[in-house]
């Protein structure tokens, strides 16, 4: 199966400090890719370059290529916007907008120009369902989406994502603010969700890695040590740093 | 009865002197209230509430002690200055905490709120000798006018509005932003559907407050807006206003007169009142910015 999303000799630079170091790596459809590693290695940085995220940054440098199917996601002519719409993102804490449940939902629709009525309500209604939430919301649709419980916020976040119907959903540890019954709860949408999105999640949990994840890339101070499938990764790194990690030596 | 037993002997004397400081802050701002309603209450009740606020005249001299020509004329010219203040006020901070480089912002927000200390004689003397005449030559009228005093007045409440609302687009967590970005929003889209809506209630009291500074401003008003006692037909008409009107006339008013005056003062008290109770204002304010708004991004 090709790759959907494929990093190729990329290296970024916060200022002066070399944070990614010649990554190559692909992300394939239907398919859920964990980066692991110890704080500070560049994960989030790596996730960030997908959507260009890391564009609001000042000061920064990055060389090398992002292709999006055949297009280059770094290239200058990109249309941030559309790239957004493909490549959604889903943040380590709950960031629902301080405006209704609904609000919330439509807001990308809105953004992207779907101005009819019944369209929208349809979406908003299929979004919250795919994101299992419409049984708990759906007569809560104007309340603020702040007074909900985080783990219904972060649903909520990657409902509104849906809206959008992105081909790439980025996670940089989605699961990192919430209790491990949320969690469970979250890992059991990723895994429905990955039947028709690519997904690539940040996370810090090494079991939820194993769990949920088909491929594992494994980064160390900015570079992309070991990428192989998550069994490999798990039970026969090639790399002793992989080996290491995952036994629990550092990080 | 704040004093308690089981508190060391400093915690009570400094619970004592923290009380009395509050109480007599409080009761003094009740002296002056009690003050202006014992010295103006009497006369409104003597001509009749209707016949003070209702009637166009006011002629001391003749004992006719109508204030409604006033009370349009503060109107006016806060509406006017609203009208000029919110988008300028707005806007500038919108620009400074959204698009300006840290830099600019850092230079630029402590010198707009410099202009806060600026005396308002000042603010009225560059409207006597600039703007008054430019509106009499390249517009008409006496160009002492509504117009000019809301401009002034426009200008003068800038710092209040600026730099309320830059604290409070600078508290909006920079999560928002991100989450809009991350859909696809555009900045402006961004701004406009998330930022703005969580700042709403501060930039609303940054209204308010700038609002209760232009009703309260009397200096500069009393030299640009010509201080006719007539009720404006147009801008470019001169106004008195009811902040204008004590000034004008307390250093020689006597009796009647001078009672006139402080009933005067009650209907500024009750107005400045009106503001601060803001809940009706919170709606109000929420289609005068955000309709027009909605336009700029259709
Ligand atoms: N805006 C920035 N400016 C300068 N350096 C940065 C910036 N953001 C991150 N860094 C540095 O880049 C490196 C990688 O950061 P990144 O956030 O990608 O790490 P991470 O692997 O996601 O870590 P964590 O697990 O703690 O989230 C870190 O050393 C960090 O200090
Ligand atoms: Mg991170």
Redesign the pocket.
């Known amino acids: 199966m090709a790759d959907r999303l494929y990093v190729k000799n990329l290296n970024f630079c ?2 002066s ?1 070399h ?1 990614l170091k010649n990554i190559n790596v692909g992300f394939k459809d239907k398919t859920i890719t964990a980066l692991i ?10 996730l960030r370059c997908l959507n260009r995220m890391n564009d609001l ?1 000042e000061g920064i440098k990055i060389t090398g290529n992002i292709f999006l199917d055949e297009q280059d996601v770094l290239s200058k002519k990109t249309d941030l916007i559309s790239l957004r719409k493909r490549v959604g993102m889903v943040f380590q804490r709950p960031n629902p907008f301080p405006l209704t449940i609904y609000e919330n939902v439509s807001f990308g629709l809105e953004v992207h120009g779907v101005n009819n009525k019944a369209q929208i309500e349809h979406i908003v209604e299929k979004s919250l369902k795919d994101a299992w939430l419409w049984d708990d919301l759906k007569d809560k649709l104007s309340h603020p989406a702040l007074s909900i419980p985080l783990d219904q916020q972060q649903r909520l976040c990657i409902a509104r994502l849906l809206a959008v119907e992105p081909e790439v959903i980025l996670m ?2 989605p699961c990192s603010s919430l209790d491990p019954i949320s969690t469970m709860k979250i890992e059991e949408l990723m895994f429905e969700l990955k039947k028709k999105y690519s997904i690539v999640i ?1 996370t ?1 949990n090494m079991q939820q890695a194993a769990r949920i994840s088909q491929y594992s890339g494994f ?1 160390l101070m ?1 570079e992309m040590i070991e990428f192989d499938e998550t069994s490999t990764i798990f039970t026969n790194p090639k790399n002793q740093k992989t080996q290491d990690y995952i036994t629990g030596r550092f990080g | 009865m704040f004093v308690k037993d089981n508190m060391s002997t400093k915690d009570k004397l400094i619970t004592c002197v923290i009380y009395t400081v509050a109480f007599s802050a409080i009761s003094i701002l009740l002296l002056i209230t009690i003050f202006i309603f014992r010295k103006g209450a009497p006369l409104i009740f003597k001509i009749g509430i209707p016949n003070f606020i209702m009637n166009k005249t006011w002629a001391p001299l003749g004992s006719q002690y109508g204030i409604f020509s006033m009370i349009m004329g503060t109107i006016w010219i806060t509406a006017g200055a609203m009208i000029i203040g919110i988008p300028l006020g707005v806007s500038c901070s919108i620009y400074l905490v959204e698009y300006a480089p840290l830099i600019i912002r850092k230079i630029l927000k402590p010198i707009i709120e410099l202009l806060a200390g600026i005396p308002s004689v000042v603010y009225g003397f560059i409207g006597v000798v600039m703007l008054a005449p430019f509106i009499r030559i390249h517009m008409g009228g006496p160009g002492l006018s509504v117009l000019a005093g809301s401009i002034i007045l426009g200008i003068m409440i800038l710092p209040t509005i600026v730099g309320i609302s830059i604290d409070t687009l600078q508290a909006v967590p920079n999560s928002y932003r991100e989450g809009a970005l991350a859909l696809g929003a555009t900045k402006w889209q961004s701004i406009y559907k998330v930022v703005l809506p969580a700042a709403r209630n501060g930039i609303i009291a940054s209204i308010i407050l700038g609002m209760g500074r232009a009703i309260g401003e009397t200096m500069a008003v009393i030299m640009v807006t010509g201080n006719s006692a007539n009720v404006p037909h147009s801008i470019l008409d001169p106004v008195r206003t009811l902040t204008s009107n004590i000034a004008l006339e307390m250093g020689y008013a006597t009796g009647d007169h001078q009672q006139a005056l402080f009933s005067t003062g009650i209907v500024l008290f009750i107005f400045i009142m009106i503001i601060n109770t803001n809940h009706l204002l919170k709606i109000y304010f929420y289609y005068l910015l955000y309709l027009p708004l909605q336009f700029f991004v259709l």
């Open positions: 916060y200022g400090f944070a590693g110890p704080s500070g290695c560049g994960k989030s940085t790596l940054i940089d540890e940040v810090h980064l900015g």
